[in-house]
């Protein structure tokens, strides 16, 4: 069965410096990545996705992620982190022979003055 | 991007009792909708796939009986509380596929309900 891990619960990064969220997932199959960010009380907001070509997708607000096969890792990153950036992220995978959507437990990001 | 209206955003409603979510998708036609449950902090776990026109899908442990899901057209599904209870109380989200090779889903704002 497909799966999505987020080592990390919480992500602390100083206002300015480079941020990394990771993402690592088990398919079968070809799979379709995912980030989404989410603020508190709120629906999900759609940051990026991987489906196929250059392994380096750039998003919404500066984000990006790379999708690394050999790793089968899908880490986002922001090369300058913003204290509007502090919120949840999601990670999630879906494989193109089923359409169910899997998340990953989340990142809180916060991001400090 | 597309648009998926999800109603009420909060609701409290007395134990026993039975609550509507609607998820609409505004400016496209969801042959494919999905219903989450979220709790405080924790990740969103998928109740039920929702396909137009024939029954939904529940994932293992979701009681079906419980948690009514109709997706009567191609831009709104429901889900239906029924006796609710204060284990009900949650957050819950739905989200809309736009065609079957779109890869992308699109996530309504999410209900907070409170069984009381």
């Known amino acids: 069965a497909q799966s999505v891990a987020q080592p990390e619960d919480q992500v602390n990064v100083a206002e300015g410096n480079p941020l990394t969220v990771k993402c690592t997932y088990s398919?079968?199959?070809?799979?379709?990545l995912f980030w989404y960010v989410q603020y508190p009380n709120r629906g999900l907001q759609f940051l990026l996705k991987y489906i196929t070509g250059d392994n380096l997708v750039k998003g919404s607000y500066g984000f990006e992620a790379e999708f690394n096969k050999s790793q089968t890792s899908f880490h986002l990153k922001k090369p300058s982190a913003l204290v509007s950036d502090s919120a949840l992220y999601f990670c999630?995978?879906?494989?193109?022979?089923?359409?169910?959507?899997?998340f990953g437990k989340g990142t809180r990001l916060h991001i400090l003055p | 991007g597309a648009v998926v209206s999800q109603h009420p955003s909060r609701v409290i409603c007395k134990s026993g009792t039975s609550v509507k979510i609607e998820c609409r998708s505004l400016d496209f036609q969801a042959t494919t909708m999905f219903w989450y449950r979220q709790f405080p902090k924790q990740s969103l776990m998928l109740m039920a796939t929702?396909?137009?026109?024939?029954?939904?899908?529940?994932e293992q442990g979701v009681e079906k009986d419980k948690f009514l899901i109709n997706h009567a057209s191609l831009t709104l599904s429901t889900l239906t509380v029924t006796s609710a209870h204060p284990e009900d109380s949650s957050f819950y989200i739905c989200?809309?596929?736009?065609?079957?090779?779109?890869?992308?889903?699109?996530f309504g704002q999410g209900t907070r309900l409170t069984v009381v």
């Open positions: 398919v079968s199959g070809n799979p379709y």
């Open positions: 929702s396909n137009e026109g024939s029954k939904a899908t529940y």
């Open positions: 999630a995978v879906r494989v193109n022979r089923d359409d169910k959507i899997i």
């Open positions: 989200s809309a596929l736009r065609g079957r090779m779109n890869t992308e889903a699109f």
